[in-house]
């Protein structure tokens, strides 16, 4: 027995249909931009974790302050609760990555209309933008686990800002976070196609009922 799916070819039918494919497509960018978050959050803990812990193994690196602050601890060893990195780094990441700014689909002024070049530029301006928000997240997490002098001299791994330390290293994201990253990506470009069909369904509309 075959059965037939029944399509209607009415206009404005077919408009709701694209309008509903282009918010599921929105909610899907929504999600992945939360496993972002959530990845990166993943990073940079292991990252703070593996750098303050050579760091203590190796006062004077070159990465880090010689006056590390880790409170009573004998040589080669930290007190750093490990069950406190997690959360104090996880707030540190919502408040740099969970951005409208940083996320196209969320702005509500969404133009479909733009030439393929001018995407390529909003993903590499995006990506930029991630990736300065990283260091951001690295400078002010190293932060939480140190004292600094007062007059010391500027490490040249760190560059200081208006409320804190910027990573200025080159930074790698987890393959996880280039994962993601790409995904978002991708179906940007779907939202990008389904936004576009979208307005030429509604033009064509308008265009009948004139």
């Known amino acids: 027995m075959v059965i037939e799916t029944f399509i209607s070819d009415d206009p404005r039918e077919k408009l709701n249909r694209t309008r509903e494919r282009f918010e599921a497509a929105r909610e899907k960018m929504e999600l992945e931009t939360l496993v972002f978050i959530e990845v990166t959050k993943q990073f940079a803990s292991e990252w703070i974790q593996r750098e303050i812990e050579m760091a203590v193994r190796s006062p004077g690196s070159a990465n880090f302050p010689e006056n590390l602050s880790f409170g009573d601890r004998n040589p080669g060893e930290t007190n750093l609760d490990l069950k406190e990195l997690h959360p104090k780094i996880s707030e540190i990441v919502e408040a740099q990555l969970n951005r409208d700014d940083y996320w196209i689909h969320r702005n509500a002024l969404?133009?479909?209309?733009i030439s393929r070049d001018y995407l390529e530029f909003k993903?590499?301006?995006t990506r930029k933008e991630l990736t300065s928000s990283v260091r951001i997240i690295l400078g002010r997490a190293t932060?939480?686990?140190w004292t600094l002098e007062e007059g010391e001299p500027e490490n040249k791994a760190w560059v200081k800002e208006p409320g804190g330390r910027k990573y200025?290293?080159?930074v790698r994201f987890s393959d996880?976070?280039?994962a993601s990253l790409n995904r978002y990506f991708a179906m940007l470009e779907e939202l990008f196609i389904l936004g576009h069909e979208m307005k030429q369904e509604m033009l064509s509309l308008e265009g009948k009922k004139a």
Do not use: N
Request: glycine share 0%; net charge negative; charged share 40%.
């Open 176 to 178: 996880e976070m280039t």
């Open 143 to 145: 932060e939480i686990f």
């Open 168 to 170: 200025a290293c080159f």
């Open 123 to 125: 993903k590499e301006k």
């Open 110 to 113: 969404f133009q479909p209309d």
